[in-house]
């Protein structure tokens, strides 16, 4: 059952078309998208809003080096500007399909950011409080922490051949034994360390299930989360709730600020003050990125999740490469729920993951199964989670609820218009037996 | 799937849903067998060994078990007799808020719990069977939460912002929600058909836009009660509403014949009508059924069609049925119980429709058992997914029974095809 697999339909028609042009057609679809929106982003947020209002940006946070002057703009001309920017990336796109040339990743890039800003610049018209850049990209940073770790242990499951839909399952319990352990020692970094043993223990009851008894994956995924939903929220219930002191006030992880590198004004503030868990997530990152692709550790689990027949018959062991996968997955999973708890500074609270388990697997699949790319479709909802704070705390005039489903819709969006077609690894899901 | 009808034709191609295989017994002859085939000794002690485990954890957080255990060596007795009491005490209370209240004064109270385990179970019966489509049709759709919202809203707002005359009102409204849920669900479809966006993806994000989307329709003028500040629409009109079935002193209503009914389409549907074959085909490979001319786009479309507007009367059913009137928190969590409910029908209408009994009844006299023994009703949860789970794992379940591996060797048989 390969159903997070799009099916090859493109397999099916590419050989009529082969037969009677020597190119692909061209897809249109890129080009149409960025067109309409910088087209309806133009209307709504330059020409129809009044003139003679005003948006201020700070930049500043008061530990810098040096200040960056609050920037104070018209609001109605930053937005024609800004949105015209975007037209002209649409403008470029359409060129460039049409010469058949690829661009790299910084066109799409560039017209989300002119784009936000665009939105950014029309919302806080008027008002007196200024919209503070620094803090909206920190805290993006802080909120797409756990879906990061959370996308890449889907990731480094789904490379191995096992799917992994357990890891809301495997945050929650993250957050459950961190805020436990913590209290329990008075010590955020003790707790820190135990998250990852409560990832690998739901993770062990994938493997007991899917790799052992064969059940189809996805099944125990679902069902595992229910599970520690279940289990969590039960312990919550009878033992923590009552006994707060005792089980469940976990200290919170200290911030930690790099000498000199914290003081770079803007970069300094969003990437380098920050706590242990923010640092370490850099580390994963960077490490799998290298690891996943230039590695012969990477290049077995990949052949693994591919092809595990072929991968046997060079000799190697296709579940135990499975197996030490998906418990690396969950730990990386457990440490990333640790988020909620210890480094939130927030007590445990019944499904306290709230879907961000989900939301990590659809980070993983928008990044197309590559740290990198799951790195910047987790920051994208972070940014988007932490937007609507932010302009929930300076008032605006889009109702709360539309703004909280702007990330959502953006994904359809991506997936369905920008992505296309994505291929998981070939033979995830399908048990390996001998 | 320790059910299949040994057939050797079909012993190469995995996963096939044994209803595809060409020599079918008689009906009785096939009924026969499975009542006395292993599956259902599985079942049951899939159900005995999850209520074992969770009364583990039941008897772990009574606080008369924990001051007990301190001084276990010393006298033995006062621990195991308190925990028994924990945990017997919790279960006869779930039985008794789900099936048959035997301590009540009258017959009317005795059985009430009955007729809500029905009630409650009605909404995931009704998602559960849609859901139940797509997986045999090879759809992961987990999105039968925001489809269930998004029919509630339908069939809500016909419910209270129209006077319609009895009888059309509340079948107009039934309607709407199937259509709400099914325009839900057949976004999803549509992506996926046009563009291949994975369903799995959408369905999750649909999930959370219909969330928002009715917490944002509820602050408008058009649905939230007037002179209410909160997000709760006008109570829905006496005609739109499902009538009871046995009574204003039972919340059971119409949905249940609904759901019944459902269940039998379903049935039709995936056994018996050329559509159905098509989406089985296509689930179980959709590269041979494209070859055999089917098209597998139009299916991907119509199958989340016809699963959103199940999933869009379960709404119907919470909105003109139980709840009476449109909220935030219409779907609770029935489009997750859903999921599991139609994976422990193993996708089919009538383990379906059982599965989705037994999710109610849990769910029911989960509420009895918090209010009268004070067992958080979270330990469901556990219960439902360690079901699912040893279901799923018959191997698993007869080691820990021991019983012996003469039952077991069909199912180890069809597992071995399954990899082949």
Redesign the interface.
Known sequence: MSIVTAPPQGAAADPSTLRTSPLAPISWRAPIIYGVLALLTFVAFGVLPAGGRFTTFTFSTGTDLFAIAPVRVPSKSAAIALTLIALAVAVLSFVTTRLRRRIGPWLPALFGVVEVAALLTWAVAGKSNPLPVTGLLAGSLFLATPLVFGSLSGLLCERSGIINIAIEGQLLAGAFLAAVVGTLTQNAYVGLIAAPIAGVLVALLLILFSIRYRVDQIIVGVVLNVLVVGVTSYLFSTVMKDNAATWNSPPRLATLSIPILAKIPILGPVLFQQNVLVYLMYVVVAVLQIMLFRSRWGLRMRSVGEHPLAADTVGIKVNRTRIRNTMLGGAVAGLGGAFFTVAAGLAFGKEMTGGKGYIALAAMILGRWSPKGALAAALLFGFSDNLQVVLGIIGTPIPSQIMLMTPYAVTIFAVAGLVGRVRAPASEGIPYVK | MSDNAPAPAAAPVP?VPPSAEPPEPSRGETLLREMLSSSWVVTTLAIVLALVISGV?IAA?DSTVQSTATYLFARPSDFFSAAWHAVTSAYVALFQGSILDTGAPTFVRAIKPLTETMTVSVPIILAGLGLGIGFRA???N?GAQGQIILGAVFGGYIGFAFDLPVGLHVLLAAIGAAIGGGLWAG?AGF??A?????E???T???N??AV??I??LL?TSAFQRPGSNNPISPPIKATALYPHLLGSQFRLHAGFLVAIAATVFVWWLMDRSTIGFRFRAVGAN??AA?TAGIS??TNYIWVMVIAGALAGLAGSAQVLGTEKVLSIDVAASFG?DA??VA?LGRSKPLGTFLAGLLFGALRAGGFAMQARTG??I?????????I??FI??P??VRSVFRLSSGSSRRSTRS??E??A
């Open positions: 996963a954890l957080a090879g759809m992961f987990i976004i992506l996926k046009r563009t291949g966006a994975n799995v993806i959408v999750i994000m649909l959370n836009i928002y989307l917490g944002y602050t959709s590269k494209r597998v786009n997750f999921i599991t994976l067992t958080p979270d330990i469901v949860l556990v219960v439902q997914s360690l699912v789970l799923a794992a191997p698993l597992v071995k399954a990899a």
